[in-house]
């Protein structure tokens, strides 16, 4: 079985400063995907970066990039120089099919 | 490209009645499709998985006999609501994958808000 566990329920962030988001997971499978997604007040799942488990190189998508500590199981998400729009809830998945973390509401203050 | 689209948007229905929500690919073929329920500021839990022309496979905890699934082409599921009561209300959304080798495509619909009163 998979588990993704998001512990921070809330965050605050300052415009133009970056903040970083926690996800830890547990899986059996050798191989394996972490995903991030935006959710922002609409519903949409806004799919943001993907980790494979045997990448050597941390991902990165412009202003996001992951934290991967793979012995730590460990897939945290870094936003830099955060924006307004970026407020919205954050989730963290894992697997082909999607086992999503509580997620994490990010709110960006001007 | 890869879009998925979602109908309707949003539905309110009486309680007993069914509602049908489709979930379309647009522009690819899905050779899997997922169905997730979100209540109000909790995260998205897996219902089901549907691969075309098979029985779909539900997480422990899903009825299946109240939330049918039908994959019937490429291209298109739908997720049937029978006997909807209040506590269904909720906000589906589905996803798709056309499969290929890099896992990590799939693809989100905008969402069905389902209200019964």
């Known amino acids: 079985a998979q588990k993704i566990t998001q512990t921070q329920p809330g965050m605050f962030v300052q415009e133009k400063e970056a903040v970083t988001l926690d996800c830890t997971y547990d899986t059996s499978d050798p191989s394996y995907g972490l995903f991030w997604y935006k959710q922002p007040s609409s519903g949409e799942m806004i799919f943001l970066i993907y980790q494979g488990s045997y990448d050597q190189q941390n991902a990165t998508e412009g202003r996001y990039s992951l934290n991967f500590q793979k012995a730590r199981k460990s897939a945290n998400l870094v936003i830099s120089a955060s924006q307004l729009g970026d407020s919205a809830m954050y989730f963290c998945a894992i697997g082909n099919d999607m086992r999503f973390g509580a997620g994490t509401r990010l709110t960006v203050k001007p | 490209g890869a879009v998925v689209s979602q109908h309707p948007s949003r539905v309110i229905c009486k309680s007993g009645t069914s509602v049908k929500i489709e979930c379309r690919s647009l522009?690819?073929?899905?050779?899997?499709m997922f169905w997730y329920r979100q209540f109000p500021k909790q995260s998205l839990m897996l219902m089901a998985t549907s691969n075309e022309g098979s029985k779909a496979t539900y997480e422990q905890g899903v009825e299946k006999d109240k939330f049918l699934i039908n994959h019937a082409s490429l291209t298109l599921s739908t997720l049937t609501v029978t006997s909807a009561h209040p506590e269904d209300s909720s906000f589906y959304i589905c996803?798709?994958?056309?499969?290929?080798?890099?896992?990590?495509?799939?693809?989100f619909g905008p969402g069905t808000r389902l209200t019964v009163t």
């Open positions: 996803s798709a994958t056309p499969g290929t080798r890099q896992t990590y495509e799939q693809y």
């Open positions: 522009d690819f073929q899905a050779t899997t």
